[in-house]
């Protein structure tokens, strides 16, 4: 149980385009997710808090009409890196927690990788 | 916020040997988790481990919550050992983790 599941895996765009990357949890709902984003050999830094129905909550720095968070649903959170330009080429992570959960235990997707031309 | 730090940053180990991987947080948490990130980059849960000890395997965590750190222990390193090993905190119910730099861990045979 706890799967969370990111598509795509990997991604390809040229400069100046959109791109959207879902994320689900397959077998439990979320009421809350979170969207990470990775450098080469950095960590992982958080970019937003996601909660079903209501608006993202962003991190300080991260421009919210940049990366459009959308959590329409109990089980799918989108990330849309809109206009996309090279130094937004990055591994994108999101996370979820349970509805009702027993414990704080986020459970992470297999990620995504940008990269812009 | 609360501030995460790991070591050894880089650590590298012959087949067969043991370690012992720190993480340091400078705040009460909820939630302490340990990560292995392999090379495609996913993260694969090691523990859920905001207190007390558990193991799995070849490997072990104890945190001491009262104290602010964590130790993930592997034992008998194996070569896909190798990676990155992240530790992560909270300490709000709910609320997303925070991760350290990572400790790097490379096995060689």
């Avoid at chain 2, 012959?14 to 948490?29: H, I, K, M, P, Y």
């Avoid at chain 2, 530790?87 to 609320?95: I, M, P, R």
């Amino acid at each position: 149980g706890a799967v969370v599941s990111q598509h795509p895996s990997w991604v390809i765009c040229k400069s100046g385009t959109s791109v959207k990357i879902e994320c689900r949890s397959l077998d439990f709902q979320a009421t809350t997710m979170f969207w990470y984003r990775q450098f080469p050999k950095q960590s992982l830094m958080l970019m937003a808090t996601s909660n079903e129905g209501s608006k993202a909550t962003y991190e300080q720095g991260v421009e919210k009409d940049k990366f459009l968070i959308n959590h329409a649903s109990l089980t799918l959170s989108t990330l849309t890196v809109t206009s996309a330009h090279p130094e937004d080429s990055s591994f994108y992570i999101c996370s979820a927690l349970a509805v009702g959960f027993s414990t704080g235990e986020l459970f992470f997707g297999e990620g995504s990788r940008l990269t812009v031309l | 916020g609360i501030q995460v730090e790991q070591s050894p940053p880089d650590l590298i180990l012959q087949e067969g040997a043991n370690s012992t991987l720190r993480c340091n947080f400078s705040d009460s948490v909820n939630n302490l988790q340990w990560f292995h990130q392999n090379p495609w980059g996913q993260l694969i849960n090691l523990f859920y481990i905001p207190s007390g000890t558990k193991q799995n395997g070849r490997l072990s965590a104890t945190t001491v919550a009262t104290e602010r750190y964590s130790l993930l222990y592997i034992s008998s390193s194996q070569t896909t050992d190798s990676g990155v090993y992240f530790c992560a905190v909270s300490n709000q119910a709910g609320t997303a983790l925070i991760f350290g730099k990572g400790t790097t861990l490379s096995v060689s045979s």
